[in-house]
């Protein structure tokens, strides 16, 4: 008989991860959920503070571990230098969590090039090919079909959505049509990386997230509270970080195994029923 327990096909004990954008957020509830099952896990972010104080967090609770990068990955070679920090500490990396990300919003007639298309989307974007391309010897080293290394990114159900300007993240009069179309190219990226790092046994799939707790998510909090935010959502509420965890240790864990090229939405079923309460 198979052994089905929960501790066997959710197992991360002993996996090393690497979690971009682990310094807050969605970044940190992922590294949480590892470090709590066992995985040694290194964040990355551009700010260290923000990275030493999680770290500092995670490695009280146990009983995996938490090491952090400083890196600035809206350039090559800042995805590469987060690399080649790894490959001087470890020779094999089994999880890589691509949660760097920003948003933008601006009106639809004066949409600000640098910050709003350029910028944004080295990071939610181009980031992520490199920072794969990178990872992806360590990822294959000793992979195998029953045991395949793990890319997960972090899309958003805006990628799913042709709806950018009637966001409560973005204020009145600002749209996110940036953010919404890097998104979709996150999934479309994530299918084809999914086909190409196949035949090296590593699965690639996407999380797209509604609205959760974030840095990104901030404004809109501020400004409508937690109540405003779930508005309109069949649920009556946003992510919380036990759903985001969930999720991430399903896609890391043997039970996962088989999985690659999906693309999970985890809204809720906000985007379905048409609500505004979780859109991004």
């Not at 807050?24 to 896990?41: C, E, L, P, R």
């Not at 009069?173 to 999914?194: C, D, E, I, P, R």
């Not at 896609?251 to 985890?266: F, Q």
């Amino acid at each position: 008989m198979s052994d089905f327990t929960i501790p066997n096909l959710f197992n991360v004990k002993g996996k090393i991860a690497v979690v971009t954008g682990g310094g807050s957020g969605i970044g940190t509830m992922i590294a949480s959920a590892y470090v709590q099952n066992g995985a040694k896990v290194y964040i990355a972010s551009r700010k260290e503070e923000q990275l030493k104080e999680v770290s500092e967090k995670l490695n009280k609770i146990g009983p995996g571990s938490c090491e952090y990068v400083v890196a600035d990955l809206s350039s090559k070679a800042g995805c590469d230098h987060l690399v080649e920090a790894i490959k001087a500490k470890e020779e094999k990396v089994h999880i890589l969590v691509s949660n760097s990300g920003m948003s933008w919003g601006a009106p639809f007639d004066n949409f600000p090039e640098k910050e709003g298309w350029d910028r944004l989307f080295a990071l939610n974007v181009k980031s992520i090919f490199y920072v794969t391309a990178g990872f992806t010897p360590l990822l294959a080293k000793d992979s195998n079909n029953h045991d395949p290394a793990r890319v997960i990114n972090i899309s958003s159900i805006a990628g799913l959505s042709p709806i950018a300007d009637r966001s409560k993240l973005a204020g009145n009069g600002n749209g996110l049509w940036s953010y919404h179309t890097s998104k979709a190219a996150v999934n479309h990226l994530t299918s084809q990386l999914a086909v190409t790092l196949g035949p090296q046994f590593i699965t690639v799939n996407a999380i797209c997230p509604g609205v959760f707790p974030s840095k990104m998510t901030a404004f809109g909090f501020k400004r409508a509270g937690a109540e405003g935010m779930a508005g309109g959502h069949p649920w009556g509420r946003v992510g919380e970080p036990t759903d985001m965890a969930g999720v991430a240790l399903f896609l890391a864990s043997p039970a996962a195994s088989y999985v690659t090229g999906a693309h999970i939405s985890l809204d809720g079923g906000g985007l379905l029923a048409g609500s505004t309460g979780s859109r991004l």
